[in-house]
């Protein structure tokens, strides 16, 4: 009796414990090791009939078969064991087939078994409400996560809204890829510009919507190289390349891609702007340099022209009146007094003829024998040696006249500013271009600057005619100026003079000129110093 009720004893203060576990590992330690003290000399495990879980294990193959299915406490016959008893670890909340397996040398008495059952019966709901507590744990959890993500998934979709609005108020066409090239998305913009709806490109390759066929195929080779090596070409920068619309017309457009892609899921953006009308006033920008240019060349040549028909023949008119007055001087004074008044007439009219004329002139010697002999009559007036390497050939009167200015001021500034002892000018006409180089050997230290004009006027000359302009000119080490010119296609080139003359050196009168060795600053000009080139643009003020 006093064993009995010792049992109830440790069932009933087992109770009290089990309400503390924390987890079914923890109630099911617990149970197992009171077991002794219900049913003295037997153990206990928890089994499962076919796995493991976190408070059992899987019973052995035998004893699952004779667990699967069992729903009440039952005397298992185990070969080996003397006592084995199952008791069904449940409760309405309890969820899996789980036993506490008791054995012993002996079979439990029937209050044992009793006492064994409801000891497994109160594990069973303590475990029970354990996950229901966790379940609800859970549910509050999942609830929260849900209640974050929906809101986030809130704050997403205005601010994608917001994305999209701003991308289709864009004034870029704007397109996106994935990484198989097929379109996913395409703004207002790009409808505009393209003349497709969104509807029919998205999902088409980009190559064969918007990517004229000659670049189609350099087109995909670079996005294929891109995806294979992670090699960037075109990314992250603008470029100028030609895009095509859905007429199959194609139009100059600036474009910049960027990666928009996950990692892993490349995708790129594209934004197109139609440049069309930009390059269009690049291009009469250009031409009307050109036209201005043309345009004083034209005026030089006039002036040259009006020079020889007005003021000379004016001079003329007046020296010849002046040769009879002479002669009737003594035999008929009144005529001879009318020629000298004429003569004086004939003097003031050519006199304001020259003031009208010097503005500039075009020098006959560059129309007639061309850049060659100009150059060096230019060479001819300087008080140093000028090496001169300039082929005899005559190219585009407008190419000359710019080359000839461009020496002219070039010689000019030597003699003003670089304190030289020689200086040379090399023409060479490689490929479709002439370059000309005006060197010195003087103190160096020529610049562009905003309170000059001789080297800004050369710069706008030269790119007027399309080419470039590299200053070189560090302090104390001479300067050379080049000027590189295209000569267009659609004129003949250069011509050859006949008996084309060989690379000659001025000497100014009295002096020796110097040679190639001792007078190179221009081969030491295209080795050092750092280069400014114009290509147009005015100097910043200092
Ligand atoms: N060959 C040179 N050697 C040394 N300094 C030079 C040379 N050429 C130009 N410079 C410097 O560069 C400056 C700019 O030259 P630029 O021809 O523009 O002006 P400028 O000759 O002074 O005046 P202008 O407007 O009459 O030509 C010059 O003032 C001079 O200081
Ligand atoms: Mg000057």
Redesign the pocket.
């Known amino acids: 009796m006093s064993q009995v009720l010792s049992s109830v004893n440790s069932v009933f203060s087992l109770s009290l414990i089990l309400a503390q576990a924390s987890s079914p590992a923890q109630a099911m330690r617990l149970v197992t090791t009171a077991v002794p003290s219900i049913a003295a000399s037997h153990s206990a495990v928890a089994w499962h009939p076919s796995t493991s879980g976190e408070y059992y294990e899987q019973a052995p193959e035998d004893v699952g078969r004779l667990l699967t299915g069992l729903t009440g406490v039952a005397r298992l016959d185990v070969a080996g064991s003397s006592a084995c008893w199952a008791f069904p670890i449940s409760s309405p909340l309890a969820r899996e087939q789980v036993f506490l397996i008791v054995t012993g040398r002996e079979d439990p008495s029937a209050q044992e078994t009793f006492l064994l059952s409801v000891l497994a019966q109160l594990c069973g709901a303590v475990i029970a409400s354990l996950y229901s507590v966790s379940e609800a744990e859970l549910r509050g959890q999942a609830d929260r996560e849900r209640e974050v993500a929906e809101a986030r998934a809130g704050v997403l979709a205005t601010s994608e809204a917001r994305q999209r609005a701003i991308l289709e108020a864009a004034l870029d066409a704007v397109i996106s890829i994935d990484q198989n090239a097929r379109v996913t998305y395409v703004n207002s913009a790009f409808e505009r510009t393209f003349g497709y709806r969104a509807a029919e490109v998205i999902g088409r390759d980009l190559a064969e919507t918007i990517v004229p066929p000659s670049l189609r195929e350099a087109h995909r080779r670079g996005l294929a190289r891109h995806l294979e090596t992670g090699q960037v070409t075109i990314l992250n920068r603008r470029i100028e390349m030609p895009a095509m619309r859905a007429d199959g017309t194609e139009f100059p457009a600036e474009v910049a891609v960027t990666y928009t892609g996950e990692p892993g899921q490349p995708a790129f953006t594209g934004y197109v702007r139609d440049i069309t009308d930009r390059q269009r006033a690049e291009q009469e920008l250009i031409a009307s340099r050109a036209r201005l240019v043309a345009a004083s060349d034209a005026a030089r040549q006039r002036v040259t022209r009006d020079l020889h028909d007005g003021a000379q023949q004016r001079l003329v008119a007046a020296l010849i009146s002046l040769q009879l007055a002479e002669q009737r001087w003594d035999s008929a004074p009144q005529r001879a007094r009318e020629l000298v008044g004429q003569a004086l007439d004939d003097a003031r009219l050519g006199l304001e003829d020259l003031r009208a004329l010097a503005a500039g002139l075009h020098p006959a010697i560059l129309t007639q024998h061309g850049l060659a002999a100009a150059v060096r009559a230019l060479a001819d007036r300087l008080p140093i040696p000028v090496e001169i390497d300039v082929p005899g050939l005559r190219l585009p009167a407008a190419i000359e006249a710019g080359l000839y200015f461009f020496c002219s001021?070039?010689l000019?500034?030597?003699v003003?500013?670089?304190?030289?002892t020689c200086a040379g000018i090399q023409l060479e006409v490689p490929a479709e271009k002439c370059v000309v180089e005006v060197w010195?050997d003087?103190?160096?230290?020529?610049?562009?600057?905003p309170e000059?004009?001789?080297?800004?006027?050369?710069s706008d000359r030269i790119v007027a005619l399309g080419g470039t302009l590299d200053i070189i000119?560090p302090p104390s080490r001479?300067?050379m100026?080049r000027a590189a010119v295209p000569i267009p296609p659609a004129t003949a080139g250069p011509v050859p003079l006949p008996g084309s003359s060989p690379p000659m050196v001025a000497k100014p009168a009295g002096r020796v000129a110097s040679d190639r060795e001792s007078c190179s600053a221009g081969a030491c000009h295209r080795r050092r110093g750092s280069v400014i080139r114009s290509r147009g643009h005015r100097p910043r003020p200092r």
């Open positions: 001021e070039a000019t500034n030597v003003k500013h670089a304190r030289a010195d003087g103190i160096g230290g020529a610049r562009l600057g000059t004009s001789g080297l800004i006027g050369l000119s001479g300067t100026l």
